[in-house]
């Protein structure tokens, strides 16, 4: 059971390069996000998309964008990094309807920026 | 606005010991409630969750968590601790009326000691 997958699992950038977060997953969801989980901060959502072909800002939407690119694949980019964007991030998938808000999460990305 | 607080950064238990993480909500209508569990180096694992119903859910692992609405608030427990329970445990809300994402407390550090 694949689940929800993000590549890469580790990735070091220097300040004002850009990268993309992939992620996939094969559980057939509608719905899917992307978080930041920072040390006393929680998880913050960045971007989530409720279906596909619709995007929405969650609560820390700037320096990022995100393409929810088909069913499965929902990616984030970093268009030029910052040290402030150092942080663990989570993919995560979910079933609208019935499993409500109940989050199937990726193993997480962890972002240097130098 | 929909709003979570865990009091506690940190709760420390004996093994065979009843434990308790705390956690309050706020939201503007009826609550969904979730509890997560973060193993070191993994994504979040999904334990219980209370849509409607029975005030006392009872999710994986052992755990439970008992939904206060005069209190506004739901707060897992565990009748006897194991040293395997140590992680980091979040709760999470929505309001049950819009088609908003969960927001996340901050965390509480469980550490189950032999």
């Known amino acids: 059971n694949a689940g929800v997958t993000q590549t890469p699992k580790f990735q070091v950038l220097k300040t004002g390069q850009s990268m993309t977060l992939q992620c996939a997953q094969d559980m057939n969801h509608n719905s899917m996000y992307w978080y930041r989980q920072d040390p006393g901060m929680g998880l913050r959502l960045i971007y989530y998309s409720a279906s596909e072909g619709t995007t929405d800002k969650g609560e820390v939407p700037n320096g990022y964008n995100v393409s929810r690119l088909n069913k499965r694949e929902f990616s984030l980019r970093l268009e030029s990094a910052a040290p402030s964007q150092t942080s663990v991030y989570f993919c995560?998938?979910?079933?609208?309807?019935?499993?409500?808000?109940?989050?199937?999460f990726g193993e997480g990305s962890r972002l240097t920026v130098l | 606005a929909q709003s979570v607080a865990q009091p506690e950064d940190q709760v420390n238990v004996a093994e065979g010991n009843p434990l308790t993480v705390k956690c309050t909500y706020s939201?503007?209508?009826?609550?969904?409630l979730f509890w997560y569990v973060q193993y070191p180096n993994r994504g979040l694992q999904f334990l219980l969750k209370?849509?409607?119903?029975?005030?006392l859910v009872k999710g994986s692992y052992g755990f439970e968590a008992e939904f206060n609405k005069s209190q506004t608030s739901f707060h897992l427990k565990k009748p006897s601790a194991l040293v395997s329970d140590s992680a980091l445990y979040f709760c999470?809300?929505?309001?049950?009326?819009?088609?908003?994402?969960?927001?996340f407390g901050k965390g509480t550090r469980l550490s189950v000691i032999a």
């Open positions: 999470a809300v929505r309001d049950w009326s819009g088609n908003t994402p969960l927001v």
């Open positions: 209370y849509i409607t119903g029975d005030n």
């Open positions: 995560a998938s979910s079933e609208t309807g019935q499993f409500i808000g109940e989050l199937f």
């Open positions: 939201v503007s209508g009826n609550p969904y």
